[in-house]
């Protein structure tokens, strides 16, 4: 054990004591977590400068913002945030190589005031060894990476949905949600929007909404359905929008 420093003598801690300080104050995410909560709209964030993604991918989704900019485009206070930093309640989780250097700039996020701010264990180095969601196609910094997911096409005249030639068979109450949120066109369709929509039916409950949206997600499949985002407190919006025929 080393011996304590002598009385006045300054200690100056290392990078690693640093980060590790860092890791210490965040409520951190496997990347398996962090997928569902990127699913389930939240902000996922990757600071890896350009070599890295150019060489290893991306992450369907996620938005690419390097580490120098990064509090300049989420403080809702600044000049120069992107359209999505609106308040301090949102959900930040962050990722870059190995997990340190998003677990230091998380906390600077914390600093003034995204509370939400968390990074993921490991980076972009476990994600890829949990064989998540990546696309090799590279993305500028500033935009969000795309899904890639299939095109899925709304048969309204026959009330289904077609994802690469498969037909979904979808309940009416679930086929007027999926239509609901295409008519928003990218806005968020609040949830009671979706219930004026949908009416009053029998076993009614308060998260039958939810409910149907969880449905709807697991009937077009892991690709399609995650283009469903939850925007926290008030509804859900379509990341890509179907075709219609």
């Known amino acids: 054990m080393p011996a304590p420093p002598h009385p006045g003598v300054l200690v100056i801690p290392t990078i690693e004591d640093i980060a590790e300080r860092c890791r210490a104050q965040l409520d951190r995410l496997t990347p398996e977590q962090a997928l569902a909560e990127l699913r389930d709209g939240a902000l996922l964030v990757d600071i890896r400068q350009e070599h890295f993604r150019r060489s290893a991918g991306h992450i369907p989704g996620s938005l690419v913002l390097e580490r120098n900019v990064l509090e300049w485009r989420l403080d809702p206070r600044s000049d120069f945030r992107i359209p999505l930093a609106t ?12 997990g340190s250097v998003s677990s230091i700039a998380a906390v600077s996020l914390q600093s003034i ?12 180095v476990e994600w890829r060894a949990a064989n998540l969601p990546m696309v090799p ?26 994802i690469d030639d498969r037909i979904v068979s979808l309940t009416r109450l679930e ?10 066109s990218g806005r968020v369709a609040t949830k009671n929007e979706l219930k004026v929509a949908v009416g009053d039916w029998e076993g009614s409950r308060s998260r039958s909404i939810d409910s149907l949206i969880h449905r709807l997600r697991h009937k077009l499949g892991d690709s399609a359905g995650s283009t469903i985002v939850t925007e926290r407190g008030v509804g859900f919006r379509l990341r890509t929008g179907p075709s219609s025929s």
């Not at 308040?87 to 989780?93: A, E, Q």
């Not at 795309?146 to 005249?157: M, T």
């Open 137 to 162: 196609q590279f993305t500028p910094t500033g935009l969000f990476v795309e899904s890639g997911a299939p095109r899925f096409v709304v048969d309204q005249a026959r009330q289904q949905v077609v």
């Open 113 to 124: 005031g995204l509370h939400r701010a968390t990074d993921v264990v490991g980076g972009f």
């Open 175 to 184: 086929y007027i949600v999926l239509t609901e949120l295409i008519s928003a």
């Open 87 to 98: 308040d301090h309640d949102l959900r930040v989780i962050l990722i870059c190589p190995h």
